[in-house]
Every structure is written in structure tokens, then in C-alpha cells.
């Protein structure tokens, strides 16, 4: 991989632009380029299918929901339309992070009280999210025909190019099957032994209780001094992933200690948003673009994903 810490210092002395719109000559011949271009588009909308990011770790207070949060609004500012499941039974907390209190969640749709679209919050940082809250809990307890429902309402989601799920922290069945079912699955750490120990835990179920080789687990550490901390931890878990559990574990990369995420957290507001060139900023757009460049030839989709899910309960 890359060195992430030279990518970072590049990204800080060539700051991309890429806002800028192409014009056309002829307003006749712009206007029908305009309109093949939409028409293309739009095809190219309708054939696509949603890539599901999962977002988890092996205890909590790591900063996965951060991580959620600030990833979507960098894949947003890629051009994506993104979605941010709350899937935390215990502590659904990502509305809070934003600054928001969802008068719905998918209790109500499950229920059948709403649909989706009704719950869904447009937020003011161009990404959307779905409240958790005890929704998931009731997946369990459904019958087939409200889970064809269900499955339905979730695939009205399919307008999002990525949706990325915060899960809840910790091995529940609930979790694992998220992380099973996903087209990728961040696993979040920090270099405390006990972080690491928990994250090795939740690798080590993945191997013995599912198919490791199709799914694609990736590795973030975040709180790192720097590169060389975070890279020994990061050597320390693959190596042993793969040794011990002839599983591939990526890494993705890491996220510096910053000073800007815990004033964040007071603000209810994403660093990326109070200090877009922070270093955890900075760190965040490239894991983000890393993923992007290396994009799933056919991604399940979000109704995909919870038909797996549901053939294994």
C-alpha cells in the first residue's frame, strides 16, 4: 500500500480542485449534449446497484460512528449520493453526532406506520441518514411476508450509490450479519491492547462462523500518533488474521489523534465540516478515495444484502 502519511502531506500541498463544469459550443449542440449526457445518466442510475459499507469494531468508543459520519460526507463530496444506516440497537448515537432528532425510525417502518422515505432525514451536509433505534431488534421476530415488505421499503434506498451502516460495537449475531452480508467491512480499532484484542475477537468469529473469502474485511486505526504506530498495529492483525485464520484482512488505513474530532463531538458537527484540513480530515479523504478507486465490479444492493441476512436467520 501506499504510505498514507506522504499521500496526506501531497493532498495538503496540492489541494484538488474538481468543482469545475466544461462548457460547450452552440447552444443547439450543448443543449443536445446536454440532454444525451442526462439521458446516459440516467441509465446509467438505473443499472446501477448500491455498495453497502459496513462499519464496525470489537468494542465501542473507538470512533466508529465518526468514522461513519465523516467517510459519507467524503464520498459525498466525490459526487455520491450517500445514505447512513444507524444499526446500533443499544446506542444509536449518529443522529446525534449531527445534531439531529429523527421524529421516525425503522421501528415505524417495520411496523408498517411509514415507509422509508418518510423516515429518511436529508441532512445539511449533502448526505442522508436512517434512524436506528430498536428497529433492528424486531427483524428477528418477522414473519416471511413482512420481511418481503421490509426488504422492499429498503430497497427504495437503491437511489443511494453507497450506504454505509453503523453498526452496533461487539460480536451479536446482529452485527456479524451485517458484516457477512456487506460488499465491504470496516473494522475500527485504536492502538489500545484492549481495542485490539476486542477487534481481533470479532475477525476471529467472522473466520469460524462464516465464508471469510467473500467478504471483503478491511482494517482502520484510529487515534494513531502516526503512520509507524498505526502500521504496527496494522501489520501485528493482518499477519496474525492470516496466519492463524487464513483470513485477508486489508488495511485501509488510519485516522491521527486529532484535537479536532473530540471538539467535534462537543459541536455536534463532523470535523470534516469545522476543520476540512485537519489531519483526521485529511486521512479520511484518502481512505475514501482509496475505496473509490478500488470500486466493486457488481455490488449486492441494499435488498441483496438483507436477503442474505434473512437466509441465515
Known sequence: MEDQAEKLREIMRHKKNSSGISGYSGERTGKKNQAANAEGSALQRDNRKTRIITVTSGKGGVGKTNLSVNMALAFARLGKKVVVMDADLGLANVNVMLNIIP????????????????????????????AG???????????????????SEL??????????????????????????????????????????????????IIAMEYDPVNIGLKLVVNRAKGAAEAKSVADRMTNIAGQFLNLKLDYLGFIYDDQSVPTSVRQQKPFMVIDPKCKASLCIQHLVERMDKNRLVEPAGIGAMFKKIFNRT
Open 103 to 130: 421524529k421516525y425510525n425503522l421501528y415505524h417502518v417495520i411496523k408498517k406506520q411509514k415507509s422509508i422515505h418518510d423516515i429518511l432525514v436529508e441532512t445539511e451536509y449533502g448526505i442522508s441518514i436512517v
Open 133 to 151: 433505534a430498536s428497529g433492528f431488534s424486531q427483524i428477528a421476530n418477522m414473519s416471511e411476508q413482512e420481511r418481503q415488505d421490509f426488504i
Open 155 to 204: 430497497d427504495t434506498l437503491s437511489f443511494a450509490d453507497i450506504i454505509i451502516i453503523d453498526t452496533g460495537a461487539g460480536v451479536s449475531s446482529n452485527v456479524l450479519d451485517f458484516i457477512a452480508a456487506a460488499d465491504d467491512a470496516i473494522i475500527v480499532t485504536t492502538p489500545e491492547p484492549t481495542a485490539i484484542t476486542d477487534a481481533y475477537g470479532i475477525i476471529k
